[in-house]
Structure formats: structure tokens, C-alpha cells
């Protein structure tokens, strides 16, 4: 069956990188296109999300920009494809992503890509906090401490991510 995963990572939260790694299994075809939107839930304006992206890699493989928020990459029927990238996360509001020394947040269309074909699988989120934070809080259902999962890609980013040592507040 095909899977989706993702991990982010923050190793060095003060240059205001998310560090992100999507992995697509069984997905056999000669190429997939990972899209990053142009859209947020909530925001009807054309956004220029993929402007943060930087060093996108594709794991041994080849890949090509196709315009501003596509990437193809050559899978050469390979039975897992693993991509990877940072995003740069310097504006707090509520459409874009924020990381510095005190918490990261995470508003998921300005950070998570997508492959057209499986937006509507299930897939899995690991978050790798920065050294001495110690909270996730999102909707989005936990299998354990750093490990989350959404039934599907849209779910994933309409469930914004607060990470650090915030005060939650249960109601």
C-alpha cells in the first residue's frame, strides 16, 4: 500500500530553518511532481509559499523546477522516494511559519508538500523538537509523543503545530 511520511526537524531553530523530509513509498511511476500551494486555509489571496523553500534534494535521483511551486522528480519506477528541504520561517502570522530560539510554529501549506495523486491517503508527521523543548500541540491525532497522523494531506495543514515550552490551556 502506498504511505506517505514526513519529519521535521529544527537543529538550529536561531537561523529560522525547518528541516523537512517527505518520504513516498510505493508509488511506481517515471516521475512524481511534489507541489508546495499556493493557498491557505482561511486565505482566499495567492500565496508565494515556495519562495521559503531552499536546497531541495531528492534522494539519488535526478529532479527539475517545473514552475515557481513544482518539482518533478525522476523516480525511475523506484519503489520509495525521499525528498528533502528547508523552509525558512521568518514571519509569525497566521499563514506563514515561525521558528526562532524560543518555539517554532508551523501553519502546514507554507511547509508541507503534496503529490497530487495521494492527497486523499493517510499519512504519518514526526516532529523532531529542538534540543530542550518539550511540547507538540496540534489537532492532529498523536501515535506517541512526536509521531502524529491525518487521514489525509488536507487535514494535515488545516491542523497548525505550536513546538517549544508554551502553556497549554485545555478547555
Not at 6 to 22: A, D, G, L, Q, S
Not at 38 to 43: D, I, K, T
Not at 49 to 55: A, T
Not at 67 to 78: A, G, L
Request: charged letters at 25%; glycine letters at 2%; zero cysteines.
Amino acid at each position: 500500500a502506498q504511505s506517505i511520511s514526513y519529519k521535521v526537524e529544527m537543529n538550529e531553530p536561531h537561523t529560522h530553518y525547518f528541516e523537512i523530509e517527505m518520504t513516498v513509498d510505493d508509488f511506481e511511476k517515471e516521475y512524481i511532481d511534489f507541489h508546495l500551494p499556493v493557498w491557505a486555509p482561511g486565505s482566499y489571496l495567492v500565496r508565494e509559499f515556495s519562495k521559503s523553500v531552499e536546497e531541495f534534494k531528492a534522494q539519488n535521483l535526478d529532479f527539475e523546477l517545473l514552475n515557481k511551486n513544482t518539482w518533478r522528480v525522476f523516480s525511475k519506477n523506484s519503489k520509495s522516494v525521499t525528498i528533502s528541504y528547508k523552509v525558512y520561517a521568518n514571519e509569525l502570522s497566521v499563514r506563514t511559519s515561525f521558528l526562532d530560539n524560543e518555539h517554532g510554529y508551523i501553519n502546514g501549506t507554507s511547509v508541507f508538500m503534496y503529490v497530487e495523486e495521494l492527497k486523499n491517503k493517510p499519512l504519518s508527521l514526526t516532529i523532531k523538537p529542538y534540543s530542550n523543548w518539550k511540547k507538540i500541540t496540534t489537532a492532529l491525532k498523536p501515535e506517541n509523543s512526536n509521531i502524529f497522523s491525518a487521514p489525509n494531506y488536507d487535514i494535515l495543514v488545516d491542523s497548525p503545530i505550536e513546538i517549544g515550552n508554551h502553556t497549554t490551556f485545555e478547555f
